[in-house]
């Protein structure tokens, strides 16, 4: 059972997590070109936010690791400052998204979000870090499997304590796949689910699970259940991803479906982990995608 401390801790989470305006949460990641034209362009910046408040999105994974090697939060601080600003003012929360790139850079782009917070105004600064580490992506992921994620936990732990470090408040976690659930690794003298070790290392976790249907043994409930049953135990706060993007398999995005299966697919998880409190809500892969997404609804082809 969840102890009093960590029911408080949970509290203490959900209230930084979740709007009061809202039930849950609600966020998507924005990705490199998309992100680059949004701190470049002010007037799509404007209409973005503008659609993102009228979806009920909260929170932004705004991407700012270095595309192409550009470096865009050293060599567009102030673009990026604007743009973080003007979110605040929409009420919105912007997280720094880095990934995936984890074994060469991601300390180096962890503390450049640090050090950009440090240098910004409060209106100017990242609420969060959002980490799109992904260790099974690497090649040779199958013959190394758990030494790779021994040593994607040894790089989340280096990340935290670069954030203790900087005493710094900005809430820092991954998003992980659900099955992650399902594989037990020992690490550090501790035997037990990566999904374990992430939630009792990280202030938070989104855990993608790409499905387009809340019910069957297939469904996004059933997928989320294991990791949301540990969430509460850690007393750490976890969103579901969700997929809109076009292409791979059917039964991963909603981008053929209809906004009402949409709508019907996360009420009827949110009605199923309602008397979780670890759950706080979902975010959407990606934003460009979702954008498209709402506007083939708009056309009546949603589903087609």
């Known amino acids: 059972m ?6 408080a801790a949970l509290l203490v989470w959900m209230a930084l997590m979740i709007s009061p305006a809202m039930a849950a949460d609600r966020a998507t990641w924005i990705w490199e070109a998309d992100a680059l034209h949004l701190i470049e362009h002010p007037s799509d910046e404007r209409q973005a936010l503008s659609l993102l408040r009228r979806r009920h999105i909260t929170t932004l994974y705004l991407y700012a690791d270095a595309v192409h090697d550009r470096g865009l939060l050293v060599r567009r601080a102030a673009d990026y400052r604007y743009f973080v600003k003007r979110a605040h003012e929409a009420g919105l929360r912007v997280f720094a ?31 969060g870090v959002n980490l799109d580490i992904e260790p099974y992506n690497i090649n040779g992921w199958r013959r190394n499997e758990r030494e790779l994620l021994r040593q994607y936990l040894d790089l989340g732990s280096a990340l935290m304590d670069l954030k203790r470090a900087s005493r710094q408040t900005i809430l820092v976690g991954p998003a992980i796949p659900f099955w992650f659930a399902d594989i037990s690794v020992r ?11 992430v939630l009792a290392m990280f202030d938070y976790a989104v855990v993608m699970d790409y499905r387009n249907q809340a019910a069957g043994g ?21 969103l579901l991803g969700i997929d ?3 292409g791979g398999l059917g039964k991963t995005s909603f981008w053929g479906r ?12 949110k009605r199923a982990f309602q008397a979780n409190p670890a759950f706080t809500g979902f975010s959407i892969e990606d934003f460009g995608a979702y954008r498209a997404w709402l506007t083939r609804q708009a056309r009546g082809i949603g589903g087609k």
């Open 2 to 7: 969840t102890t009093a401390r960590q029911a």
């Open 258 to 269: 209809t906004e009402g299966d949409m709508h019907y697919a996360l009420s009827e998880t």
């Open 218 to 238: 297939d469904g996004i409930i059933e997928h989320a259940a294991a990791s949301l049953a540990i969430a509460r135990h850690q007393g750490k706060p976890v």
């Open 187 to 197: 690490w550090r003298g501790v035997s037990g689910s990566v999904t374990r070790h």
């Open 244 to 246: 809109v993007e076009p």
């Open 97 to 127: 998204l880095l990934g995936p790139d984890w074994r060469t850079r991601a300390t180096t782009m962890f503390q450049r979000v640090l050090d950009y917070n440090r240098s910004s105004s409060p209106s100017g600064r990242f609420d």
